[in-house]
C-alpha cells in the first residue's frame, strides 16, 4: 500500500494558513499580503522565492540530483469582489472581498506539498511551484507566461487542482481534453435614430433592431453549433431608452458567450458579428462591436489525464478517481499554461458547500492533505518507475 507524505508536523498549520489566508482575501494583481505569506513559508523550508512574476505571481523551484524533466504545479490565490456572509471567526478581513472560489485552499494544498516534497529526503526531480495572481478575469496565467514562466522554469507537464462543490469531499475528478470552456463577451452597440414615440416612422428604433437581434443570437447555438458540443450565447444585459414615449438613439447589449472548443468560438465569433449586422441593416441600423476576449477552453492532454488518474488509483484507491462524462461550463485561465504545456487540471470534492463564488462559500480544510498528497505523489510518480527520467543517481 502506497505511503502519503507524513503530514502531521504541519497538520494543524496548513489549517492555520488556509484560515489565515482566508481572512486577508486581495484582488487580483493587487495581492500584496497573500505573496508575502506565501513566500514566507516557502523560505521557512529553505526555497528560493522568484517573485514578482506578472506583478505578483511566485515560484519556487526544488531540484534534486541530476537535471531532468521537470514538472509544473500551479495554484491561484486571488479573491473576489464580494461580501463574505460566512460569519466565520477567519472570515474575510477586508470589506467586499472573499475567498469564494478556493484559491486560499489551493494555495495551501500546494504549500503542503511542496513543504512534504522538501522532506523527502529520496525525492529526486526538479518540481515548479507556481503560485499564480489574478485567475479571475484578469488572466493572471497568461501574463505569467508572458513574463517568461515558461523560459525561465521549463515544465514538461503541468497540473492544478481546483475544488469542487458538490462533488464527494476529497474525490477527484477529471476527463481527456475539454475540462472547462472558453469565456468572450462583447458588447454591442446599436445605433438607430431617436425620436418621438408618437412619430416611429421617421425614426430608427434601436430597442426593436436590438430585440431582434436578442432573438436571432437564440438561434447561434441551436443551428450553428453541432449537439455534440457544448457552447452558450447569453445575451446578459441589454439597455435602451428613458421614457415610454421616446425613442431612444442607441441600445446596448452585453452578450457573453462560452464553448468547450477553439473551432466553435471562433466560428460563433464571426456569427454574432454576422447576425448582429444584418439584423441591424434589415432595419438601417448599424451596430458596432467591442470584444472583451477571455480565456480559450482549458483542454487536458489525454496522457496526462491518464497518469494523473493512475497515481490516483495507486494511492488513493481505484474510486478515488471520477471520469468526468461533460466538461464544466466555467472558464479557468489555466487553460493558457495548458495551450504551452501538456497536462491536466483535475478537480477534487468540497463535499456539500455553497457553490463557488457564493457569499456563504467556504473551502472545505478536511481536503487540503489529500490535495497536497496528490501533488507529491504525482511529482514522485513522474520521477519514479516507468518514467523515462528514473535513473536515480
Ligand atoms: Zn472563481
Ligand atoms: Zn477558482
Not at 515548479?128 to 485567475?135: D, G, V, W
Amino acid at each position: 500500500m502506497t505511503q502519503h507524505p507524513d503530514f502531521s508536523p504541519i497538520r494543524e498549520k496548513l489549517v492555520e494558513f488556509r484560515r489565515h489566508l482566508h481572512s486577508i482575501p486581495e484582488i487580483g494583481l493587487s495581492e500584496i499580503k497573500t505573496p508575502a505569506f506565501i513566500a514566507e513559508q516557502l523560505e521557512s523550508w529553505g526555497y528560493t522565492v522568484h517573485r514578482k512574476i506578472a506583478t505578483t505571481g511566485l515560484v519556487a523551484s526544488l531540484e534534486r540530483g541530476r537535471p531532468r524533466k521537470a514538472i509544473g504545479f500551479r495554484a491561484d490565490f486571488d479573491a473576489l469582489p464580494i461580501t463574505e456572509e460566512t460569519g466565520l471567526p477567519y472570515a474575510s478581513q477586508h470589506p467586499g472581498t472573499m475567498h469564494a472560489c478556493g484559491h486560499d485552499g489551493h494555495t495551501t494544498m500546494l504549500l503542503g506539498a511542496a513543504w512534504a516534497l522538501a522532506q523527502d529526503r529520496a525525492f529526486k526531480g526538479t518540481v515548479h511551484f507556481i503560485f499564480q495572481p489574478a485567475e479571475e478575469n484578469l488572466g493572471g496565467a497568461k501574463l505569467m507566461i508572458d513574463d517568461g514562466l515558461f523560459a525561465r522554469f521549463p515544465c514538461q507537464r503541468i497540473f492544478a487542482l481546483h475544488n469542487l462543490p458538490g462533488l464527494e469531499v476529497g474525490q477527484f475528478a477529471s476527463r481527456a481534453g475539454a475540462i472547462a470552456a472558453s469565456i468572450d463577451v462583447v458588447t454591442i452597440v446599436v445605433k438607430g435614430r431617436g425620436g418621438h414615440g408618437a412619430l416611429p416612422e421617421t425614426t430608427i428604433d434601436p430597442v426593436v433592431v436590438g430585440s431582434s437581434i436578442v432573438m436571432a443570437l437564440q438561434t447561434l447555438v441551436s443551428r450553428n453549433v453541432s449537439p455534440h458540443e457544448r457552447s452558450v450565447v447569453t445575451v446578459g444585459s441589454f439597455r435602451a431608452g428613458s421614457a415610454a414615449n421616446i425613442i431612444p438613439d442607441v441600445a446596448v447589449l452585453n452578450v457573453s458567450m462560452r464553448t468547450t472548443n477553439a473551432d466553435v468560438r471562433a466560428e460563433l465569433q464571426r456569427r454574432i458579428e454576422d447576425v448582429a449586422t444584418f439584423q441591424a441593416r434589415s432595419f438601417k441600423a448599424e451596430v458596432g462591436f467591442t470584444w472583451e476576449v477571455g480565456y480559450p477552453a482549458t483542454i487536458n492532454a489525454a496522457a496526462e489525464v491518464d497518469r494523473a488518474a493512475a497515481s490516483i488509483s495507486r494511492h488513493f484507491g481505484s474510486d478515488a478517481f471520477t471520469r468526468l462524462d461533460a466538461p464544466m461550463m466555467f472558464s479557468e485561465d489555466f487553460s493558457f499554461m495548458l495551450e504551452r504545456v501538456p497536462g491536466a487540471y483535475i478537480l477534487i470534492g468540497n463535499g456539500d458547500s455553497s457553490g463557488l463564488h457564493s457569499a456563504t462559500y467556504d473551502f472545505n480544510d478536511g481536503i487540503l492533505e489529500r490535495g497536497a498528497a496528490l501533488f507529491y505523489h504525482l511529482a514522485k510518480d513522474a520521477n519514479g518507475p516507468g518514467d523515462g527520467s528514473a535513473e536515480v543517481a
